[in-house]
T-cell receptor
Framework: KNEVEQSPQNLTAQEGEFITINCSYSVGISALHWLQQHPGGGIVSLFMLSSGKKKHGRLIATINIQEKHSSLHITASHPRDSAVYICAALGDKLIFGTGTRLQVFP | DAGVIQSPRHEVTEMGQEVTLRCKPISGHDYLFWYRQTMMRGLELLIYFNNNVPIDDSGMPEDRFSAKMPNASFSTLKIQPSEPRDSAVYFC?????????????FGPGTRLTVL
């Protein structure tokens, strides 16, 4: 069993839909990192959070430390949101999930 | 600012050759990270520096890999000798924060192919 698991692995949506990507981890962490990797390969850091919720534009990240679970939400999804979303748990070391591939169709 | 700069963007080499990847972090950033991404293993943190000092190199796969940061504006990741299983995209990232992990800025990556 991977220490950091993401679901779903693949996700397709119509433009405008509300998207949820989940990340569960089994190790103790001090923070959780959400990254976005564009189809061209470039990586953007979205959020680093250790409790509660953070919001940036249409993106919202939440974390529940007790349940060892984090979610990334995208409101009013758009084709430009199509990317791979990766969570990484920061404990004794940084452990990455395998990513969720999101495709948003117009 | 030009962002994090990596060179070369693509590197093709033969097994046994030495490979040097280069990174210029964003000016003023005091953390620098080296990552590797493969289809099989996904993203992995190899090593990170704070103020030019290596803090955690536990992700470096083996002695064939070495990383240096001689000054605040330059870092290298060297593989000697290279092997086909080292083929991957290598990312460098930098950040400025007390923890180092907040809002990292990633370079475009170097795609390494070892034949």
């Amino acid at each position: 069993k991977n220490e950091v698991e993401q679901s779903p692995q693949n996700l397709t949506a119509q433009e405008g839909e509300f998207i949820t990507i989940n990340c569960s981890y089994s190790v103790g962490i001090s923070a959780l990192h959400w990254l976005q990797q564009h189809p061209g390969g470039g990586i953007v850091s979205l959020f680093m959070l250790s409790s509660g919720k953070k919001k940036h534009g249409r993106l919202i990240a939440t974390i529940n430390i007790q349940e060892k679970h984090s979610s990334l939400h995208i409101t009013a999804s758009h084709p430009r949101d199509s990317a791979v979303y990766i969570c990484a748990a920061l404990g004794d070391k940084l452990i990455f999930g395998t990513g969720t591939r999101l495709q948003v169709f117009p | 600012d030009a962002g994090v700069i990596q060179s070369p963007r693509h590197e093709v080499t033969e097994m046994g050759q030495e490979v040097t990847l280069r990174c210029k972090p964003i000016s003023g950033h005091d953390y620098l990270f080296w990552y590797r991404q493969t289809m099989m293993r996904g993203l992995e943190l190899l090593i990170y520096f704070n103020n030019n000092v290596p803090i955690d190199d536990s992700g470096m796969p083996e002695d064939r890999f070495s990383a240096k940061m001689p000054n605040a504006s330059f870092s290298t990741l060297k593989i000697q000798p290279s092997e086909p299983r080292d083929s991957a995209v290598y990312f460098c990232a930098s950040s400025l924060s007390p923890t180092g992990y907040n809002e990292q800025f990633f370079g475009p990556g170097t795609r390494l192919t070892v034949l």
